[in-house]
């Protein structure tokens, strides 16, 4: 398994990373224990999860079991320090989190509270913030995003304010390391420039969606990424498993991402399937899985920490850990920048 370090933290982990959103609707208990145990006898180490999980419908009755269930394995193995565990607090927006109120300084040693008891831990190694208060372009926002009503001493204040109070946690032994989600080359700079500042812990991480199919990164958060040592985490790979090539043709298998959620979150669209098509070419051509390719791609980006992937069932687990030293040569790599050029952002 290919390892890294997390931006300036020393804390090394598995490039690949095993995501948790669906454990506690789609996944029982008993699933879940079994994907970690099978990720890490291959090797991950790094496990992500959030306040706010599972999906599949998100819901105030279901809030938190994803913690619950990761904090049950710790409980029942004793193999804590054997994982790099990663949680989120939740941003503006979601009523039945704390009444929907955005991140404050008053709100992270709430919110890591409820974390800390769920998981039955008494640290976190990496503590992200799901989306920042003044919203984010991701999530398909990007096509209507105006920045224009943001206040920029607000805002600067806001990060300031939250450093201090992440840094009483780190002294406090109850988290290793800060990350963002959902972030702009803009917003990582300040918080790389507030951190200066105030002598608040640095962020170590940024989860953005990366794949084949959405490289808005490449642009700026790239740059950025490379400039201030900030580790990208990305998520949905796989683009919510439209680059299987499982979705062609209409179809829409039973307990499938599609089934529970007819638009993909915004990424059902013509124009995606004919991308996809043009990626499983390049991967036919090739002789690759075109799962294996996928990830890969994403793994060896220059600015990539590791690669957060889901899967609903073991044997999906197993199909991703097969090619899991891939390594995507030049020829490859060329038919992805082409189809690339081709099939630029489709959704």
Excluded at 8 to 33: P, Y
């Amino acid at each position: 398994m290919h390892m890294t370090t997390l931006g300036r933290t020393g804390i090394e982990v598995s490039k690949f990373c095993l995501g948790s959103m669906t454990w506690g609707t789609q996944n029982t208990l008993e699933e879940g224990h079994a994907q970690i145990e099978r990720a890490l006898s291959a090797g991950i180490n790094f496990v992500d999860t959030a306040e706010m999980y599972p999906v599949n419908p998100l819901s105030a009755e279901t809030q938190g079991r994803t913690e619950e269930v990761i904090g049950e394995w710790f409980a029942a193995s004793a193999r804590r320090k054997d994982v790099v565990l990663a949680t989120k607090h939740s941003g503006e927006g979601i009523s039945y989190v704390r009444d929907g109120a955005m991140i404050t300084a008053e709100s992270i040693p709430q919110a890591l509270d409820g974390s800390l008891a769920r998981l039955k831990t008494d640290y976190i190694d990496l503590y992200q913030f799901h989306w920042p208060n003044r919203g984010s372009y991701m999530f398909r926002k990007n096509w209507l995003y105006d920045p224009t009503n943001q206040s920029r001493a607000e805002t600067l204040q806001n990060m300031e304010d939250c450093l201090g109070a992440l840094q009483r946690e780190v002294d406090r032994g109850r988290i290793r390391a800060f990350g963002m989600s959902n972030e702009s080359a803009w917003g990582l700079t300040q918080w790389a420039n507030a951190a200066e500042r105030t002598d608040g812990p640095r962020m170590a991480t940024v989860q953005n969606e990366y794949s084949l199919m959405c490289r808005l990164a490449d642009t700026d958060v790239a740059e950025t990424c490379h400039n201030e040592d900030i580790g990208m985490l990305s998520f949905s790979p796989l683009a919510t498993g439209l680059l299987t090539g499982k979705y062609q043709n209409g179809a829409v298998p039973d307990g499938s991402r599609l089934s529970l959620s007819p638009e993909l979150g915004g990424r059902k669209t013509p124009r995606a399937f004919e991308a996809v098509q043009a990626y499983l070419d390049v991967a036919n051509k090739h002789g690759i899985d075109p799962v294996h390719m996928a990830m890969a791609f994403v793994r060896d980006r220059p600015f990539m920490a590791s690669v957060i992937f889901g899967a609903t069932s073991v044997a999906q687990l197993d199909h991703i850990l097969e090619g899991a030293e891939l390594v995507l040569n030049d020829e490859v790599m060329k038919d992805i920048d082409a189809a690339h050029r081709a099939h630029p952002m489709p959704y």
